[in-house]
């Protein structure tokens, strides 16, 4: 039965359907005149016809007229359709991808219809997202060119007062050489983040071994011991020890890692420990990195991942760091099919990524 439903079916129909309106109008016309023959005024005039045109030239020509008529009216529905398909076209190329063609046909053209609305959308959602990807690399570039013009202004203003002799002695001339050294080492710490944030997201190959993460976290955290050290801090690991595969790039995850205990370090001083939780929980392993600092305040934890977002600018200043390191993060977390997420209350700050393990380890 599906023949029924296209639309050579369809002429076909209205084919036979004009002829057997014609043929029934014909015989209905016939018998009509053949009856108003005999009755006057009708005669005298049907005569004249029969004698001049003759009855079958006229059968011909009203059937042949007939019959155009009736399949011009019986195919009608079709051709508006295709004359709506065009036009939506036309629309469409014009750029209006909220065009919406209404054909409800069971048929080919309806077929065609509903394609033309699915690739319309389709368009329109390339078209965004493409915008959205344009938009984000021009605000990166803005904050950019922003992060690099600060630090470069003050580099250059004191290395002109130490060319143009503009100290008192020696004392001022080596503060204002160590000014702009600190300011180029911050540039320069903007730059590397910088790069390795571009490459990540800019389809570096990664590449992926087997990785057991709690000998991964114990062997990274050691690293962290003089930097702990230093701010009065200590650390402690908590999991089941039980073995935990993943598939990672080691040197990426060592990324992604180092962001967040760094971050726990600077941020969380006064807590006294780094806290390190690994747990299984069915196909994922559960990572969280806890410090006990001052909260992030709950309206700036949308925003943390964002690149070049600091808390409080002022209070961030203080530690100097770009506000790449949890973008960067992200997409690394990101790149390895897992999931990073932040909750800060008066007591904790807790990220927790969540990594798929890897099946049959
Ligand atoms: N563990 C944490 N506790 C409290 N605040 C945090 C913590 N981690 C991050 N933040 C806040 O989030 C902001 C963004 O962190 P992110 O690591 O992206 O940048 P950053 O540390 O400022 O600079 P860098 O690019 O050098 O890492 C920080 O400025 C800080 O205010
Ligand atoms: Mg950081």
Do not use: C
Not at 43 to 59: D, E, F, Q
Not at 120 to 125: D, E, S, V, Y
Request: hydrophobic residues 40%; proline residues 2%.
């Amino acid at each position: 039965m599906k023949f029924l439903y296209t639309i050579r079916w369809k002429f076909i129909l209205a084919v036979i359907l004009s002829l057997a309106i014609t043929s029934g109008l014909l015989i209905i016309g016939n018998q009509l005149a053949t009856y108003l023959f005999k009755v006057e005024p009708f005669t005298a005039p049907i005569a004249w016809v029969i004698n001049h045109i003759g009855s079958r030239p006229l059968i011909y020509v009203t059937g042949i007229l007939l019959f155009i008529l009736f399949y011009f009216i019986l195919s009608q529905q079709i051709i508006r359709n295709l004359e709506q398909i065009s036009f939506g076209l036309r629309q469409i190329a014009k750029g209006d991808f909220n065009y919406k063609l209404s054909i409800k046909s069971v048929d080919e053209l309806g077929n065609v219809a509903h394609n033309i609305n699915q690739m319309a959308a389709q368009l329109k959602q390339s078209i965004e997202e493409e915008r959205y990807a344009e938009k984000t690399k021009n605000d990166l570039i803005t904050g950019v060119s922003h992060d690099l013009r600060t630090p470069l202004t003050s580099i250059l203003g004191f290395l002109e007062l130490i060319d143009e002799d503009r100290y008192k002695d020696e004392v001022e001339l080596r503060y204002y050489a160590n000014i702009a050294h600190e300011k180029t080492k911050s540039l320069k710490s903007l730059i590397d983040d910088l790069f390795e944030y571009t490459r990540v997201n800019n389809g570096y190959r990664f590449e992926r071994n087997k990785l057991e993460v709690n000998d991964f976290l114990y062997q990274l955290i050691e690293e962290f011991v003089p930097s702990l050290d230093k701010s009065g801090m200590d650390y402690r690991i908590q999991s089941d020890n039980k073995a935990t595969f993943i598939l990672a790039d080691a040197n990426q995850l060592v990324r992604a890692f180092e962001n967040l205990i760094a971050n726990a370090i600077t941020y969380g001083k006064e807590g006294k420990y780094v806290d390190i939780h690994i747990s299984q929980v069915q196909d994922e392993v559960i990572i969280k990195v806890i410090n006990y600092g001052e909260p992030i305040p709950m309206q700036e934890i949308p925003y943390i991942f964002e690149r070049f977002y600091r808390v409080e600018q002022s209070r961030s200043k203080e530690t100097g760091g770009t506000g790449l390191g949890l973008a960067i993060t992200k997409s690394i977390i990101e790149l390895h099919e897992g999931h990073i997420s932040v909750q800060s209350t008066r007591n904790q700050t807790i990220f927790e990524t969540r990594l798929p393990l890897l099946k049959n380890s």
